[in-house]
């Protein structure tokens, strides 16, 4: 999974548990800082990737990302637990938020991914 991806789900998966506006997050993993836009409303996504200058957006669970042209599926399962699919890496992945830090685990090399909003 693409490391924009992931933290474009991680800010979309945070804005939809806390109800927050996410204006940039932090990827503590890598010591990143990540310039994405995510709102929630309802299960309407709209998010913007600032770095890549690309919308991601779409209805829970089916987000469109269109710096890749691709799918991710983000499905709530409740108590801040989220299942996705990435179809462009052909990757699932899971999100725990927690307050406003989620940790996001997928096959990838990397293991788990701890991302942050900054107080």
């Known amino acids: 999974m693409e490391q924009h991806v992931r933290a474009a789900m991680a800010a979309t998966a945070i804005a939809h548990h806390t109800g927050r506006r996410i204006a940039f997050i932090v990827d503590v993993s890598q010591n990143t ?5 995510a709102m929630v409303t309802g299960k309407r996504v709209n998010g913007y990737d600032f770095s890549l200058s690309c919308h991601f957006n779409g209805n829970i669970p089916h987000i469109y990302h269109f710096a ?6 983000l499905e709530p399962r409740g108590d801040g637990f989220y299942d996705g699919f990435d179809h462009g890496s052909k990757m699932p992945f899971v999100i725990r ?3 406003c830090e989620a940790e996001v685990r997928d096959g990838s090399d990397d293991g788990l991914h701890r991302y942050i909003l900054p107080t």
């Not at 800082?33 to 836009?37: A, D, E, K, P």
């Open 68 to 73: 890749d042209q691709r799918y991710v599926d």
């Open 33 to 37: 800082r990540h310039c994405i836009g």
């Open 97 to 99: 938020v927690a307050d």
